[in-house]
């Protein structure tokens, strides 16, 4: 079955040079550069204008150091104007950027590395030393471009290939279903998997969002995970680097994002659960306001109500928080805002229906079909569940990427061929209600079949979360299906000294038993904290914690 092509011309740096006309001495990256003496943050910045000469003078270098159409290029670059000016020199040659988290831990990194096969390699030192103490990952690569001084290793420094002056650099006709990036899921719920994105993917996912969100051009964004601040060239806004470690969102220094946001007039900020919660915290505590503010959108992970309803005391007029749905192989293809989740489906959530994570947007379609392991080669109507039954979400449409890098049992696995359109599989668990609303239920791999049924992580968590002194919880499954034990572990509000754990026990085993939902589960463990992932801090490693809880059943 042959899915059908659409090979127009379209290359995604064409956005920045269509910015760089229409508004060219507008800010395009502003960056903190230190403190003044009287510890007031110092900002640097790049024009639109600058930005898209900058990538030029890049593109032109990089083609002469062998950089070119089809190049797969390992690009370990901090958050700041090199990041923007390389990432767009890269698509303006038709390279093609290899982008891996280096939050998911070394190993697991280098291993994404080397199965993308990587020609090239741009980095700043400590990455290219990595490279060096670990060369049979990086064996394929042929040049080497250091960002500062190379060391003992050698090749080109990004001084040395920055052409100039300034010529103005025409970039290659690439087609919409051209390769653009390889970009690695975080692992977090499995093994980390390449996905190419194309030049036509980032194309509707810009259409989408700004559509979606009605994002204006005179607008300023404070992009707290990095990959997302590539959008922002493309869709006129002004990004505002944080000064932060973008690794560590829940560990980030409240003080330092508000002064961002109010010092710089930001008016959209991306965060993390974690992140949000974190700063919602310490502002909602002090009574902040950011008035500049039009939207947050935060996205990663679940987001509760109770995280939304803190940070939304922050806001002012009719700004909004808005929560996203989507994976790396697929976003955004689901929106909510906190106005409908506040007033309306958060009641819910707290009562163990799952999280709503609203409609689908414009010329997405989603369906929730069957639960099962195993692959699906044909999309038959029959797949589909009624409203209101809980199955997979999968989802169709031009923003969703049709396959993994050189990974054809993870296509089969999430891939359905249906005529001319392709669906994916997003491996999370959910259910439709009458208005269209989408509820999202916990991930596939998670759901927990014991002999009285089976359960579902975020209706069963939800329960539990209601307690005051829990900060979250976590459903695992000890032994096999169907016959598996379930155990709900607990982790304490962080200021909470854990005393008193009897009477709190009693406390939600009555919560328990009041939900059709919880009744059977009759184990509840006790961790000072979850593992979770290291990009959004919030998605927690269930597999861990079931390893964890069976050991500690055993003794």
Same mark, same amino acid.
């Given at each position: 079955?042959?899915?059908?092509?659409?090979?127009?011309?379209?290359?995604?740096?064409?956005?920045?040079?269509?910015?760089?006309?229409?508004?060219?001495?507008?800010?395009?990256?502003?960056?903190?550069?230190?403190?003044?003496?009287?510890?007031?943050?110092?900002?640097?910045?790049?024009?639109?204008?600058?930005?898209?000469?900058?990538?030029?003078?890049?593109?032109?270098?990089?083609?002469?150091?062998?950089?070119?159409?089809?190049?797969?290029?390992?690009?370990?670059?901090?958050?700041?104007?090199?990041?923007?000016?390389?990432?767009?020199?890269?698509?303006?040659?038709?390279?093609?950027?290899?982008?891996?988290?280096?939050?998911?831990?070394?190993?697991?990194?280098?291993?994404?590395?080397?199965?993308?096969?990587?020609?090239?390699?741009?980095?700043?030192?400590?990455?290219?030393?990595?490279?060096?103490?670990?060369?049979?990952?990086?064996?394929?690569?042929?040049?080497?471009?250091?960002?500062?001084?190379?060391?003992?290793?050698?090749?080109?420094?990004?001084?040395?290939?920055?052409?100039?002056?300034?010529?103005?650099?025409?970039?290659?006709?690439?087609?919409?279903?051209?390769?653009?990036?390889?970009?690695?899921?975080?692992?977090?719920?499995?093994?980390?998997?390449?996905?190419?994105?194309?030049?036509?993917?980032?194309?509707?996912?810009?259409?989408?969002?700004?559509?979606?969100?009605?994002?204006?051009?005179?607008?300023?964004?404070?992009?707290?995970?990095?990959?997302?601040?590539?959008?922002?060239?493309?869709?006129?806004?002004?990004?505002?680097?944080?000064?932060?470690?973008?690794?560590?969102?829940?560990?980030?220094?409240?003080?330092?994002?508000?002064?961002?946001?109010?010092?710089?007039?930001?008016?959209?900020?991306?965060?993390?659960?974690?992140?949000l919660n974190r700063v919602g915290r310490y502002g909602k505590s002090k009574?902040?306001?950011?008035?500049?503010?039009?939207?947050?959108?935060?996205?990663?992970?679940?987001?509760?109500?109770?995280?939304?309803?803190?940070?939304?005391?922050?806001?002012?007029?009719?700004?909004?928080?808005?929560?996203?749905?989507?994976?790396?192989?697929?976003?955004?293809?689901?929106?909510?805002?906190?106005?409908?989740?506040?007033?309306?489906?958060?009641?819910?959530?707290?009562?163990?229906?799952?999280?709503? @994570? &609203?409609?689908?947007?414009?010329?997405? +379609?989603?369906?929730? *079909?069957? #639960?099962?392991?195993? /692959?699906?080669?044909?999309?038959?109507?029959?797949?589909?569940?009624?409203?209101?039954?809980?199955?997979?979400?999968?989802?169709?449409?031009?923003?969703?990427?049709?396959?993994?890098?050189?990974?054809?049992?993870?296509?089969?696995?999430?891939?359905?061929?249906?005529?001319?359109?392709?669906?994916?599989?997003?491996?999370?668990?959910?259910?439709?209600?009458?208005?269209?609303?989408?509820?999202?239920?916990?991930?596939?791999?998670?759901?927990?079949?014991?002999?009285?049924?089976?359960?579902?992580?975020?209706?069963?968590?939800?329960?539990?979360?209601?307690?005051?002194?829990?900060?979250?919880?976590?459903? @695992? &499954?000890?032994?096999?299906?169907?016959? +598996?034990?379930?155990? *709900?572990? #607990?982790?304490?509000? /962080?200021?909470?000294?854990?005393?008193?754990?009897?009477?709190?026990?009693?406390?939600?085993?009555?919560?328990?038993?009041?939900?059709?939902?919880?009744?059977?589960?009759?184990?509840?463990?006790?961790?000072?904290?979850?593992?979770?992932?290291?990009?959004?801090?919030?998605?927690?490693?269930?597999?861990?914690?079931?390893?964890?809880?069976?050991?500690?059943?055993?003794?």
């Open positions: 079955m042959q899915l059908k092509n659409d090979n127009k011309i379209v290359n995604i740096s064409s956005y920045l040079k269509r910015m760089a006309g229409m508004q060219p001495y507008k800010r395009a990256v502003v960056y903190p550069v230190g403190q003044d003496e009287y510890k007031r943050v110092a900002y640097s910045h790049l024009t639109f204008l600058q930005l898209d000469h900058e990538s030029d003078c890049y593109a032109h270098g990089l083609e002469k150091a062998g950089i070119r159409r089809g190049t797969r290029t390992v690009l370990m670059v901090k958050p700041g104007p090199e990041f923007f000016s390389l990432t767009f020199a890269i698509f303006k040659v038709g390279a093609i950027p290899v982008v891996v988290d280096p939050g998911m831990g070394i190993g697991r990194m280098l291993l994404c590395l080397k199965e993308s096969k990587p020609d090239a390699f741009i980095g700043i030192p400590v990455a290219h030393a990595l490279r060096i103490l670990f060369p049979k990952y990086f064996r394929t690569v042929k040049t080497s471009i250091t960002i500062g001084r190379p060391w003992f290793w050698g090749g080109l420094a990004l001084r040395h290939i920055r052409q100039m002056p300034w010529q103005s650099y025409d970039a290659v006709k690439t087609t919409s279903d051209e390769t653009a990036a390889i970009l690695f899921t975080t692992g977090s719920t499995g093994h980390a998997k390449g996905v190419v994105y194309t030049h036509g993917m980032f194309d509707a996912q810009i259409r989408h969002i700004k559509s979606h969100f009605n994002i204006a051009e005179d607008e300023i964004d404070l992009p707290t995970f990095p990959l997302f601040a590539l959008f922002d060239p493309a869709l006129g806004m002004t990004a505002v680097i944080p000064d932060m470690d973008p690794t560590k969102p829940a560990l980030v220094n409240p003080e330092k994002i508000i002064e961002a946001i109010i010092n710089q007039g930001v008016t959209n900020m991306f965060a993390s659960p974690a992140l009574g902040i306001k950011l008035p500049s503010l039009k939207r947050v959108v935060s996205a990663g992970a679940p987001v509760s109500p109770s995280n939304i309803e803190r940070f939304a005391s922050m806001l002012c007029g009719d700004a909004e928080i808005h929560t996203p749905y989507g994976a790396t192989e697929a976003v955004p293809v689901i929106s909510i805002s906190s106005d409908e989740i506040l007033s309306e489906t958060g009641k819910l959530s707290e009562q163990g229906y799952g999280i709503c @994570v &609203g409609r689908p947007l414009d010329e997405i +379609q989603v369906c929730i *079909i069957k #639960i099962t392991d195993s /692959p699906i080669e044909k999309w038959s109507e029959e797949l589909v569940v009624p409203d209101g039954e809980i199955g997979e979400i999968t989802v169709s449409g031009d923003l969703v990427a049709k396959q993994y890098f050189e990974n054809t049992w993870a296509d089969a696995l999430s891939k359905i061929k249906d005529e001319d359109k392709l669906w994916h599989r997003m491996g999370d668990l959910g259910w439709m209600d009458k208005k269209g609303r989408i509820w999202f239920c916990g991930r596939k791999n998670h759901r927990v079949i014991t002999e009285k049924g089976t359960l579902f992580t975020i209706p069963c968590e939800a329960i539990y979360n209601n307690h005051p002194r829990v900060f979250r919880s976590a459903l @695992v &499954g000890i032994g096999s299906p169907p016959k +598996q034990r379930p155990v *709900i572990c #607990i982790e304490l509000e /962080p200021r909470d000294s854990g005393g008193k754990k009897k009477q709190l026990m009693v406390e939600l085993f009555a919560l328990a038993k009041k939900s059709a939902l919880t009744k059977n589960i009759d184990t509840i463990l006790f961790k000072r904290t979850f593992p979770v992932d290291i990009r959004h801090n919030s998605k927690i490693f269930r597999e861990k914690l079931a390893l964890w809880a069976g050991k500690k059943l055993i003794k």
